[in-house]
């Protein structure tokens, strides 16, 4: 919960510059749908995994495995872009400003969270292979 509390505060800060938010709202939105979405999942896949509920248990795995990626995969991805940012801003200093756009940022935000759904989809499509 206090993620939602972080994106409330990364949108009010005035001194942080837009490449820096984009990240930082990024990482807390996977942040988020880890916390609110895949860890629920995971309890309700060790609930049925104890009653062995074999149709119940195919949905509820296939749709644990396709959150967790895509979550947790836009959160690896987030933190391994944001490492970057930081790295160039420190690296390049003065020039940073000029040759790291707003625009790439955020198709860099974009592709993160693209290709977490891909990959989410790919582990979705090798599940449903197992189970069909």
Not at 18 to 35: E, F, I, P
Request: proline fraction near 2%; aromatic fraction near 14%; hydrophobic fraction near 55%.
């Amino acid at each position: 919960m206090l993620n939602i509390v972080a994106i409330y505060a990364i949108r009010k800060t005035p001194s942080l510059s837009k490449n820096l938010k984009a990240l930082l709202l990024c990482l807390a939105v996977s942040d988020l749908g880890v916390g609110l979405l895949a860890q629920p999942m995971y309890v309700t896949r060790l609930v049925v995994d104890s009653t062995q509920t074999n149709t119940t248990y195919n949905t509820i795995f296939v749709a644990f495995l396709i959150l967790t990626n895509l979550f947790t995969f836009a959160s690896w991805f987030s933190v391994t872009a944001l490492c970057a940012d930081r790295f160039f801003a420190i690296y390049l200093h003065l020039r940073y400003q000029e040759l790291v756009k707003y625009k790439s940022v955020a198709a860099a935000v974009v592709f993160i969270w693209i290709f977490s759904a891909l990959i989410s989809l790919m582990s979705f499509s090798s599940t449903a292979l197992v189970f069909s």
